[in-house]
DNA sequence: AAGTCGACTTGGTTCGAAATAA
DNA sequence: TTATTTCGAACCAAGTCGACTT
């Protein structure tokens, strides 16, 4: 590529770090742990670097898992080459045979972590709060520490319990019972322990909810956990309810419904690889031989695992091994970025800290792609019956409401007259054209399914080979070289232009969103860094800027709302996303340490004299509890949705005794249904708050996201309203794995993780719309069953017939079945009841799953290193919980130590 | 103090490929 | 194999929040 020259620096840099000192490179990291295992592994690693040419190859692997060629060295040996970096992915594969080897490595290593939580530590003590509680670094798994801390924390819910939750689908409950069923009685293993008691908090509250609430789980752990979690409300209710709500904000209607379930009971598909490795660390603990493999120490486990089998306990050490192996493979990213790191590191490291923020010191990329030219298909539509010549700037843009027809913004006078305004523009004054619904559409929606199908039916090979030409061209737009690291670009495509798809009842919804142009992007790219040259022909870029404290490659400003900007940035596995999100999570943790005194705080200040405090008060308590989203003002060309500092009277309704039932609309027009028991305090304080307002006025009138911000600073550094999201979430998941995982299988285990991703899921009202075929799907399972049950009733017919020795019945067609014996029958008996059962807890599962998206929280609010770590005390192999691209985000987590806690 | 700008995270839907069921 | 169904990646809208203005 054009990058060329420039680029030559880049790599020698590179080379020289990979080779040099630097001081983290993944390999070594593997080393530490493993080390026995080693030599394997170090042979895999220094292969890489033959293999590539030196330092290409390191680019390569370093970061994205992908492969990389550096654009610009000769040596390039096209991108897939290098195997050492194989990303993440498949256990199974590949790659991976060679190092997996007996080895296995474990994951990775990075060494960055450990600085990372130092400085957090270190902001954490400098402030007041007492915290008190060690973090234990990652790394040394300080095993008993934890469980202590973790109690104080638990999210505040669980205080409470969440009490009702609307009925209205009976999701809420499902929740809960069905895990039940799932897995029975999970309870805790001993080794854990339960945190719960303690906390404070909780006390005031819980319990009580407990029974009535559909809610309430069994375990103890529920006080504790989030409120929200109960039942829930939310979504399943949503449509019901949505008239409701509407009332106030009159939007989303939520969904009528739509596609997709899934259900959640999904199969664990194959993957494993895992077998490999042993568990990193260090192993320093002490360990308690016990049953728990858990807490044994890892020096102990690795024993274990390498000799292979299975010491006392079979199971539990082999998890170490499993989620390892595949952990492995992210990890050589690591290195470059230490590399970088070391030079820069040290400002870099330090989160946040810095140093004004320089977030990279060279950068080199391609720039953007843009979509292709409009293609004229000289369909024309009917006006009046009659068909109309339209230009091709008029005909685009008919052709993108033409192919609308069947959506759901057909039906929305918004869309339509939105349309209408910008096309009619395009059509002139005088057109032929005159009123949209004397339009037909259809003959062009129908070339439009032509085209669609045209495209399904083109052998594979056709398809392939499309593919491949659009990759050719993509490739060099794919990747940007940051401080000598390759990395993937995550958005690296122009959007083409459309008709603007707002959520909820946009105002803008419909309106044309134009083509952008390379006059309307500015590039932000190193300062010795060629400029991208501009891929349209006698057109060139807005800008070019060169500023390193910002990430983003280029941006426009955006077609419906040109005061705000559209960017390009690297992608999820980037180092610096990664580098971001881990301070993300570092933060959440250290308001772990503070959480108490903020409690403490803001329930002194439920009846504080100061309204305005009051209102802080109530607002962090809602933020706390329900893990609500702040609230910032809307403009009134937005959709109106709010968060807490916008609540409206309206939105919350007081149930006395003690209970608030909150309805509303939030981020994407997604309802939030919940009823909580609160505290008396601030049952009361709502109340206050209402009084002499009209619905639709501001509940918090004295507040807004800067005033609490401003609050939540003082009293944790960097303490922001959606911290707590992360931190409810993450503590949630934690507690709820630590609780639950017993012994069993990996399938088992899993189902215990999806259950602790609902939970997290449903606190964060994370929803999705019901599949199309949800309904089909669930009767036919129905049916399946109701089948099956014939057949079982069949089967006890034949055996009692077989025990009297006389021969079985006919079949339904008359056909004389085979004579078996009664212990046969018994045993099929038992097959199809184990069959049925099964079948009866997918489709509750999936009844349950049916409104509720586990990805959201699982990509945004989870930390890795909870799951990572679950997984290799457990030996459920990572691939099981994380996907490819999920690998690769969370490559800086893979590493962690098993005895790692939120 | 409020409003605006700017950058970056979060979030549901869509699209196409992969996995399964038929 | 073919028809579905499921799943992952892409897409892009919609939030959050800090900094800068007015």
């Given at each position: 590529?054009?990058?060329?020259?420039?680029?030559?620096?880049?790599?020698?840099?590179?080379?020289?770090?990979?080779?040099?000192?630097?001081?983290?490179?993944?390999?070594?990291?593997?080393?530490?742990?493993?080390?026995?295992?080693?030599?394997?592994?170090?042979?895999?690693?220094?292969?890489?670097?033959?293999?590539?040419?030196?330092?290409?190859?390191?680019?390569?692997?370093?970061?994205?898992?992908?492969?990389?060629?550096?654009?610009?060295?000769?040596?390039?040996?096209s991108s897939k080459s290098l195997p050492v970096r194989s990303p993440i992915l498949s256990p199974k594969a590949s790659t991976s045979s060679a190092r997996t080897s007996p080895v296995k490595s474990p994951v990775a290593n990075f060494k960055t972590p450990a600085s990372l939580n130092d400085h957090s530590k270190?902001?954490?003590?400098?402030?007041?709060?007492?915290?008190?509680?060690?973090?234990?670094?990652?790394?040394?798994?300080?095993?008993?520490?934890?469980?202590?801390?973790?109690?104080?924390?638990?999210?505040?819910?669980?205080?409470?319990?969440?009490?009702?939750?609307?009925?209205?689908?009976?999701?809420?409950?499902?929740?809960?019972?069905?895990?039940?069923?799932?897995?029975?009685?999970?309870?805790?293993?001993?080794?854990?322990?339960?945190?719960?008691?303690?906390?404070?908090?909780?006390?005031?509250?819980?319990?009580?909810?407990?029974?009535?609430?559909?809610?309430?789980?069994?375990?103890?752990?529920?006080?504790?956990?989030?409120?929200?979690?109960?039942?829930?409300?939310?979504?399943?209710?949503?449509?019901?309810?949505?008239?409701?709500?509407?009332?106030?904000?009159?939007?989303?209607?939520?969904?009528?419904?739509?596609?997709?379930?899934?259900?959640?009971?999904?199969?664990?598909?194959?993957?494993?690889?895992?077998?490999?490795?042993?568990?990193?660390?260090?192993?320093?603990?002490?360990?308690?031989?016990?049953?728990?493999?858990?807490?044994?120490?890892?020096?102990?486990?690795?024993?274990?695992?390498?000799?292979?089998?299975?010491?006392?306990?079979?199971?539990?050490?082999?998890?170490?091994?499993?989620?390892?192996?595949?952990?492995?493979?992210?990890?050589?990213?690591?290195?470059?970025?230490?590399?970088?790191?070391?030079?820069?590191?040290?400002?870099?490291?330090?989160?946040?800290?810095?140093?004004?923020?320089?977030?990279?010191?060279?950068?080199?990329?391609?720039?953007?792609?843009?979509?292709?030219?409009?293609?004229?298909?000289?369909?024309?539509?009917?006006?009046?019956?009659?068909?109309?010549?339209?230009?091709?700037?008029?005909?685009?843009?008919?052709?993108?409401?033409?192919?609308?027809?069947?959506?759901?913004?057909?039906?929305?006078?918004?869309?339509?007259?939105?349309?209408?305004?910008?096309?009619?523009?395009?059509?002139?004054?005088?057109?032929?054209?005159?009123?949209?619904?004397?339009?037909?559409?259809?003959?062009?929606?129908?070339?439009?399914?032509?085209?669609?199908?045209?495209?399904?039916?083109?052998?594979?090979?056709?398809?392939?080979?499309?593919?491949?030409?659009?990759?050719?061209?993509?490739?060099?737009?794919?990747?940007?070289?940051?401080?000598?690291?390759?990395?993937?670009?995550?958005?690296?495509?122009?959007?083409?232009?459309?008709?603007?798809?707002?959520?909820?009842?946009?105002?803008?919804?419909?309106?044309?969103?134009?083509?952008?142009?390379?006059?309307?992007?500015?590039?932000?790219?190193?300062?010795?860094?060629?400029?991208?040259?501009?891929?349209?022909?006698?057109?060139?870029?807005?800008?070019?800027?060169?500023?390193?404290?910002?990430?983003?490659?280029?941006?426009?400003?955006?077609?419906?709302?040109?005061?705000?900007?559209?960017?390009?940035?690297?992608?999820?596995?980037?180092?610096?996303?990664?580098?971001?999100?881990?301070?993300?999570?570092?933060?959440?943790?250290?308001?772990?340490?503070?959480?108490?005194?903020?409690?403490?705080?803001?329930?002194?200040?439920?009846?504080?004299?100061?309204?305005?405090?009051?209102?802080?008060?109530?607002?962090?308590?809602l933020i706390d509890k329900l893990a609500l989203r702040a609230g910032n003002e809307k403009d009134d060309d937005e959709a109106d949705t709010v968060g807490c500092c916008t609540l409206k009277v309206g939105n919350v309704e007081c149930i006395p005794p003690n209970k608030l039932k909150f309805d509303f609309l939030g981020k994407d027009s997604i309802q939030y249904v919940n009823t909580v028991e609160v505290e008396l305090p601030v049952y009361n304080a709502i109340g206050q708050f209402q009084t002499g307002k009209s619905k639709s006025d501001d509940l918090f009138d004295k507040l807004d996201t800067s005033k609490?911000?401003?609050?939540?600073?003082?009293?944790?550094?960097?303490?922001?309203?959606?911290?707590?999201?992360?931190?409810?979430?993450?503590?949630?998941?934690?507690?709820?794995?630590?609780?639950?995982?017993?012994?069993?299988?990996?399938?088992?285990?899993?189902?215990?993780?999806?259950?602790?991703?609902?939970?997290?899921?449903?606190?964060?009202?994370?929803?999705?719309?019901?599949?199309?075929?949800?309904?089909?799907?669930?009767?036919?399972?129905?049916?399946?069953?109701?089948?099956?049950?014939?057949?079982?009733?069949?089967?006890?017919?034949?055996?009692?017939?077989?025990?009297?020795?006389?021969?079985?019945?006919?079949?339904?067609?008359?056909?004389?079945?085979?004579?078996?014996?009664?212990?046969?029958?018994?045993?099929?008996?038992?097959?199809?009841?184990?069959?049925?059962?099964?079948?009866?807890?997918?489709?509750?599962?999936?009844?349950?799953?049916?409104?509720?998206?586990?990805?959201?929280?699982?990509?945004?609010?989870?930390?890795?290193?909870?799951?990572?770590?679950?997984?290799?005390?457990?030996?459920?192999?990572?691939?099981?919980?994380?996907?490819?691209?999920?690998?690769?985000?969370?490559?800086?987590?893979?590493?962690?130590?098993?005895?790692?806690?939120?």
């Open positions: 590529m054009a990058v060329e020259a420039p680029a030559k620096h880049v790599f020698d840099f590179d080379d020289d770090d990979d080779d040099g000192p630097v001081v983290f490179k993944r390999n070594n990291t593997l080393s530490s742990k493993q080390n026995q295992l080693n030599s394997e592994v170090k042979k895999a690693s220094s292969q890489r670097s033959d293999g590539h040419s030196g330092s290409l190859a390191s680019y390569v692997q370093a970061s994205n898992g992908q492969s990389s060629n550096s654009q610009k060295n000769k040596a390039i040996p270190q902001a954490l003590k400098q402030h007041k709060c007492n915290i008190v509680k060690e973090e234990k670094s990652p790394i040394k798994g300080a095993t008993e520490t934890n469980s202590d801390d973790d109690d104080d924390l638990q999210p505040l819910s669980a205080r409470l319990k969440g009490i009702s939750n609307q009925g209205t689908k009976g999701a809420s409950t499902s929740s809960t019972s069905q895990s039940h069923r799932l897995v029975p009685k999970t309870e805790i293993k001993g080794s854990t322990k339960d945190p719960d008691d303690e906390a404070p908090l909780p006390v005031r509250f819980n319990m009580k909810s407990s029974p009535g609430t559909s809610s309430s789980k069994l375990y103890d752990s529920d006080e504790k956990k989030p409120l929200a979690s109960n039942g829930e409300q939310n979504g399943s209710t949503v449509k019901g309810k949505q008239e409701k709500s509407s009332m106030l904000s009159g939007k989303r209607p939520l969904d009528k419904g739509n596609s997709l379930d899934q259900s959640s009971a999904k199969k664990p598909k194959i993957s494993d690889t895992s077998t490999a490795m042993k568990s990193k660390q260090l192993a320093v603990k002490a360990e308690k031989a016990d049953e728990d493999d858990d807490d044994i120490p890892i020096s102990q486990r690795i024993k274990k695992s390498t000799p292979t089998n299975s010491k006392t306990s079979s199971m539990k050490q082999k998890a170490a091994k499993v989620v390892s192996s595949s952990l492995k493979k992210l990890n050589r990213k690591s290195k470059k970025e230490f590399k970088n790191s070391k030079y820069i590191k040290s400002t870099k490291v330090s989160p946040s800290s810095g140093d004004g923020q320089k977030k990279w010191s060279t950068l080199l990329h391609n720039g953007v792609i843009f979509p292709p030219p409009y293609k004229l298909h000289g369909i024309k539509l009917l006006y009046d019956g009659r068909p109309i010549d339209l230009t091709p700037e008029q005909e685009e843009v008919a052709t993108m409401f033409a192919v609308m027809k069947d959506t759901d913004y057909m039906n929305k006078p918004q869309f339509k007259k939105n349309f209408w305004e910008d096309w009619s523009k395009l059509l002139g004054k005088n057109h032929t054209i005159k009123d949209l619904d004397k339009c037909d559409f259809t003959p062009i929606y129908e070339w439009h399914l032509q085209e669609k199908e045209k495209k399904k039916q083109m052998s594979s090979e056709e398809k392939k080979a499309l593919k491949e030409e659009k990759l050719k061209q993509e490739e060099k737009y794919m990747w940007a070289i940051v401080d000598g690291v390759k990395e993937k670009v995550g958005n690296f495509r122009v959007e083409p232009p459309g008709l603007f798809r707002g959520r909820g009842e946009h105002p803008k919804m419909g309106k044309l969103k134009k083509r952008i142009h390379p006059s309307d992007i500015t590039i932000n790219i190193g300062k010795n860094a060629p400029i991208p040259e501009c891929p349209i022909p006698g057109e060139s870029w807005k800008d070019i800027k060169h500023d390193n404290t910002v990430t983003w490659l280029a941006f426009w400003n955006d077609p419906i709302n040109p005061k705000e900007f559209k960017y390009v940035f690297l992608a999820a596995s980037s180092s610096l996303k990664g580098q971001s999100d881990k301070e993300k999570y570092e933060k959440a943790r250290m308001l772990k340490e503070y959480i108490r005194n903020i409690r403490a705080a803001y329930t002194k200040d439920f009846t504080s004299k100061d309204v305005t405090k009051r209102q802080i008060a109530v607002a962090t308590y609490l911000n401003a609050h939540l600073k003082e009293l944790m550094p960097g303490l922001t309203a959606k911290v707590f999201r992360t931190y409810n979430a993450s503590i949630t998941l934690d507690e709820m794995l630590n609780k639950e995982t017993k012994d069993g299988d990996v399938a088992e285990k899993v189902v215990i993780y999806q259950r602790a991703n609902k939970e997290v899921a449903i606190i964060c009202n994370h929803q999705r719309s019901i599949s199309k075929s949800h309904s089909a799907q669930m009767s036919r399972l129905t049916e399946k069953i109701t089948e099956l049950k014939g057949v079982l009733k069949e089967l006890k017919i034949d055996l009692d017939r077989a025990k009297k020795g006389k021969p079985p019945l006919k079949d339904a067609d008359g056909k004389q079945k085979r004579n078996l014996t009664p212990e046969a029958l018994e045993k099929k008996i038992a097959q199809t009841n184990a069959k049925i059962e099964k079948m009866e807890r997918d489709m509750q599962t999936k009844e349950d799953l049916k409104t509720v998206a586990l990805g959201t929280s699982k990509i945004n609010y989870l930390d890795p290193r909870i799951t990572v770590a679950w997984c290799k005390r457990h030996e459920v192999p990572i691939e099981k919980i994380f996907n490819k691209s999920l690998l690769a985000k969370f490559a800086w987590a893979m590493d962690v130590d098993p005895d790692f806690r939120f």
